[in-house]
């Protein structure tokens, strides 16, 4: 027989307390159409419970997605779950951490079992802590995972979001956070949110259930079910107003039913389907006695069950009403609109008098709670307060504090709307505008910077405003635009306001190494030469020359220029490195750009140690960024994707997402070079639908890079060959200045096995005479084995034998055993075997130290055709060779003796994960336990363990 949805569908599921009192539990909710999404979640929440599983329901408000998890949640706790929830409030979106404070409250308790940094900076987001530690969204959401971690330890457990369009954002980019982190926890994470698209945090790789309007023939069974169905003419208007959403099913009934003129005045003035239901639950509203309105637009007001016993009028006799009208629920914790759109619709049928006169009635009633107290009084304010104003200021400092820069943001915003006096308006604004941008929304930031613009003609507040608009349009990707605003920043802010100068003129260089183009790279060093001018030094004390300038003038040089000048750029930079810095993260960075790869390592290595302290943590995505590619240069390919990961967490956490691309690319990179071919192509496709590789040429060019190296490994040297002349055009212009070049040698060996020698010579010395000729040994080192492999019989081995001569080369071990390989193999070729073999020998060692296995096989097989006997070494392949990138690393920190604990407080990982990645790694590694892990780590070669 059959299902049947019963009034419950519009019914709003109350979580249970922790003894399982609840007034709505689902129990009986039967739905129909909905067959197929009950099937569903049973079997997600059904036992066994042995890995994590996340799914979002999203729809139309109306179409069940509530009675849906309500269901999940009676099913979960039948199976032996444990039940926590969370109810997205509009009245509390500008409230950091409400929602995740709500949903958490029934296992406060189990904080303080967390490591301590994860506890401080949970007890801080939650505004429990006396000196709350600074705000870390990394941390944050890692506090989360690891305690719902440790919660599905104990039993499995469903965490339930509903109306998750209506968290607040702090809460919603920490649940994201754990939700892509969760592997083998028993843990279910269920949410449900209005539309067709997931909010933001959560649309990245988490699958999600879109629900359908009901078919005609369930919408029949739907209305049949109701206790006055609608028949003849009616019933059509019904079926054809609804258009299959259950609520509209269901409400239109109702109202034909009490009044048949109804349908009528719905053909006559028709209304989005929202709309009408919103009309049609205000209609019922005005209808209720005075005290019962008044009531209800207090607790629409509220928006939270919870001050039915602390605001006077919120009793139940005078909702009595309205509970027997079906517009609220009645129960543990309090009362509950019956549906979202009738908290709405209450709250906009009264008067702004009406509104007022309960938001202030409220906030007397939360006086001991600041910024709850501080929204309601400025939800009743019509005129500037300045008053409100500072409330709402002290507010955002105190969600600031607490990590909710989004929230932080918007008190300033609404503070700088009840501001009298437009110096304090433009002030809060800009404030908000800086917030913003933490927290990933580059359109807002650009909207507040730009009234700061219109309020006011102070020059320094305009020129940081437009600082800010500069930062906005870098984040969104839109390169151009933020060039040309950071240029004019520059100019206006040299004569007096350095500091912003130098920031600027630093970000312009950034966008020029972003995008490569000769004329972008040429305005931006102009910049720099007008910094560096008598008139573009201010002598006042207060505008001298900011404390980063030195760091900034040098990453300006390296990012616009890396091989001219190289010489002397790098003789300042090496004396930079034995004195003070005072941004080691930008010197560093500065360092990788010009191959200075050693010094780049040890100077990033040390910025990091800094920038991992709560409340900098964001700032560490750029260095991280570096350092993943110096490591990939300097052969530490273990360290690069261990950088990588952390890269990855932190553009996550704070929305960068040229980090997390970067971070990407880099694993593709190394996939590509140890032949995970199959890892390849999906993190290439994350990277070009996360960035505008037509913008971000520098994107572009690795990307083409990472594919031509994947191809190159499997022997596909057509494919390689393809993908590498992207990387030049046939007159030799590079299409990222830098980058392209890092891939001269590669690309000559694609040509070379794909027939196209002349061809690439060409292009190849057409490039290379673009670049200064002392470009560094580096560069140097790839020139010369392009320009042997692409050259004939009598002139090869001059190239070839060239850079082995240099010591520098070995900096670059992969690179430098590619030479090696292919001299070794060109020797060979030429029956010069004893000449052949310690080269191919030595590049063997390396490539297998690398675990380059596509490089490895080639140099076994040219040693074999030497007459050598090849055999495996003791060390490598490497024992931990045959795990993942993330087990390796788990590996490594478990056998340097953390315990699980620790791993997953470093790695932003759950302690569970962390021992189910040991749990899977022992037989690989051909052991049985923790205690032999020591030895498992001592055969990895000195120069992996990132010395």
Known sequence: MRARITLTVCDAYIWPREDGDSAVTGKD?????????????????????????????????????????????????????????????????????????????????????????????????????????????????????????????????????????????????ALAFAAHRLESERLVLLAGARGNVPPAAFRRDLPHLLLRPLTRSDANLLLDAQPRPPHGRLREQVLAQAAGNPLALIELTRAIATDPEAARRWTASPLPLTGQLTALMAAQYVTLPPATRTALLLLAAADSPHLTATVPGLSADALAPAEAAGLIRLGTPGPRFAHPLTRSAVYHAA????????????????????????????AAALEPDERLAALLEDSAVQAQRRGGAAAAARALERAAELSPAEPDRARRLLAAADLALP???????????????????????????????????????????????????????????????????????????????????????????????????????????????????????????PFGDRAEIVRRLRRMAAGSLSDPGTFGAAAWVLDETELAVRVLRA???????????????????????????????????????????????????????????????????RGDHAQVAPLLARVRAAVDTAEYRGFAARTWQASGLAALAQGDYTTAHAQFSHLFAADGTPLHHHFSYLAVADFAAAAARAERHLEARTVLERALARVAPAPGPRLEQLAARARGLLAGPDSAEAHFAAPLADPAGDTWPFERAQLQLDYGEWLR??????????????????????????????????????????QASPTAPSALDGLTAQQREIVILAGQGLTNGEIADRLFLSPRTVASHLYRSYPKLGIAGRHRLRDVIDQRNAPQAGS
């Open 607 to 673: 910025s990091l140690s800094r920038l991992r302290a709560p409340g900098v943590r964001g700032a560490g995505g750029g260095v991280l960024s570096a350092l993943e590619w110096a490591c990939v240069d300097s052969g530490r390919w273990d360290d690069a994707l261990a950088a990588a990961r952390e890269a990855s967490d932190i553009g996550a956490a704070y929305k960068m997402e040229t980090v997390a691309a970067s971070a990407d690319l880099t694993t593709a990179v190394v996939a590509a070079m």
């Open 351 to 378: 008067p702004f008098a009406e509104r007022a006169a309960a938001h202030l009635r409220i906030a007397d009633a939360l006086r001991d709670q600041p910024d709850r107290h501080a929204w309601h009084l400025a």
């Open 829 to 870: 070729r030429q029956r010069r075997i004893n000449d052949a073999k310690p080269l191919l020998a030595t590049a063997l060692e390396t490539f297998r130290r690398l675990g380059a296995a596509p490089w490895t096989r080639r140099a076994e097989s040219e040693l074999r055709a030497c007459g050598v006997t090849v």
């Open 439 to 561: 927290a990933g929304q580059a359109d807002w930031v650009r909207e507040l910077a730009g009234q700061v613009l219109t309020l006011t003609s102070d020059p320094d507040l305009r020129i940081a405003a437009r600082l800010d608009i500069g930062w906005s349009l870098l984040w969104s990707n839109r390169n151009a635009d933020a060039f040309d605003t950071l240029l004019s920043v520059a100019a206006e802010a040299a004569p007096r306001l350095p500091v912003i100068a130098w920031q600027a003129a630093w970000m312009a260089a950034t966008v020029a190494h972003q995008t490569g183009l000769p004329e972008v790279r040429a305005k931006a060093r102009a910049v720099l030469d007008v910094l560096d001018s008598p008139g573009g030094s201010p002598s006042s004390a207060e505008g001298s020359t900011p404390a980063h300038a030195d760091e900034y003038r040098i990453w300006i040089q390296a990012c616009t220029d």
């Open 29 to 173: 909710a039967n739905m129909v159409g909905r067959g197929a999404e009950l099937s569903l979640l049973r079997e997600l929440v059904a036992p066994p419970h042995k890995e994590s599983r996340v799914l979002l329901l999203l729809g139309d408000p109306g179409l069940g997605k509530t009675v849906l998890l309500a269901e999940a949640a009676r099913e979960a706790r039948a199976a032996g779950m444990r039940v926590l929830g969370t109810t997205g409030r509009e009245s509390e979106r500008d409230l950091a951490f409400a929602g995740l404070h709500q949903l958490l409250r029934p296992v406060l308790d189990r904080v303080a079992d967390l490591p301590t940094r994860q506890a401080e900076a949970l007890r801080g987001a939650f505004g429990l802590s006396d000196e709350p530690a600074p705000p870390d969204p990394l941390l944050t959401g890692i506090a989360v995972l690891t305690l719902l971690s440790d919660l599905s330890d104990e039993q499995p457990l469903l965490v339930a979001v509903d109306d998750a369009q209506w968290l607040d954002g702090a809460s919603l980019d």
